[in-house]
């Protein structure tokens, strides 16, 4: 399997990078990384200088392209990569998904506490890859990411890469009322923790958004970027200084 030997290729290099375990096509390749590169050396998806100037360098071993990179802003615009070029950093496109069904080109975004997502057919004809942070989670992304794939949701699989966890993911009443505006069951995934303030747990919010929509297979959620300090960037922990993670999708040539 294509996969199989992805995750093996990262285990040998000494790579605690993810592969993602879950029921793909074959040709379907997916990848997340995280704050660590080879031999204990810092690993930072939005910078290529010293000490982190190897990262895109290291990056690249593992893929068939440059990736389609994504300015994040929280929305719900999907970048269809196939048309996409690769351009400068001050010249991306402004989405928060990618959408491709081309070999061989990449999708990618970029996180350090929101969800990345990432998705496919079963037959392994269309892939995706989501940025659903609170806010893009509450206005749709995902939903819009599967009209843009054109697929049956029950026909899509799902891998929820790592994300801040259920028991570090503090916020106010805005967030509570984003996602309880349409969907008054979603304050399930709210635990109260005090005055104003509750646990939100992101992986519940985007499994629950899911379902609602008709996706059967989700697979991945579990980790924890601001609680795993040895393994993750974290925003909510670092603040300005953290670094971002990967995590890439795309179809192997045939």
């Known amino acids: 399997m294509v996969e199989s030997a992805l995750g093996a290729g990262v285990v040998a290099a000494g790579l605690d990078w993810i592969v993602p375990d879950w029921p793909a096509a074959t040709r379907i390749c997916a ?3 995280t704050r660590n590169g080879r031999a204990g050396a810092a690993f930072d998806a939005a910078r290529d200088q010293p000490p982190f100037a190897s990262a895109r360098e290291e990056l ?3 893929l068939p392209a440059e990736p389609i990179w994504l300015a994040q802003v929280h929305g719900t615009a999907i970048c269809d990569a196939d048309q996409a070029r690769v351009r400068a950093a001050s010249d991306l496109p402004v989405a928060d998904a990618a959408v491709a069904r081309v070999p061989g080109v990449v999708c990618v975004v970029r996180s350090a506490d929101c969800l990345p997502v990432l998705m496919c057919d079963r ?3 269309v892939v995706a890859a989501a940025h659903a942070g609170w806010r893009g989670l509450a206005a749709g992304v995902l939903e819009a990411t599967l009209v843009a794939m054109r697929a049956a949701p029950t026909d899509v699989c799902v891998w929820l890469g790592p ?3 259920p028991r570090a993911f503090e916020v106010g009443a805005d967030v509570l009322d984003a996602h309880c505006a349409a969907d008054p069951g979603a304050a ?3 635990q109260p923790l005090r005055s104003g303030k509750w646990f939100a747990d992101l ?4 499994r629950r958004r899911l379902a609602r929509v008709g996706v059967t297979t989700i697979h991945g959620g579990g980790r924890c970027t601001l609680t795993e300090r040895e393994t993750f960037h974290s925003y909510r922990r670092d603040g300005a200084t953290a670094g971002r993670m990967a995590t890439l999708i795309w179809i192997a040539g045939t």
């Open 123 to 125: 037959q392994g004809r």
């Open 31 to 33: 990848l997340s990384t």
């Open 203 to 206: 992986y519940a919010l985007a």
């Open 60 to 62: 690249m071993r593992w």
């Open 163 to 165: 994300a801040i966890g």
């Open 188 to 190: 399930e995934y709210f």
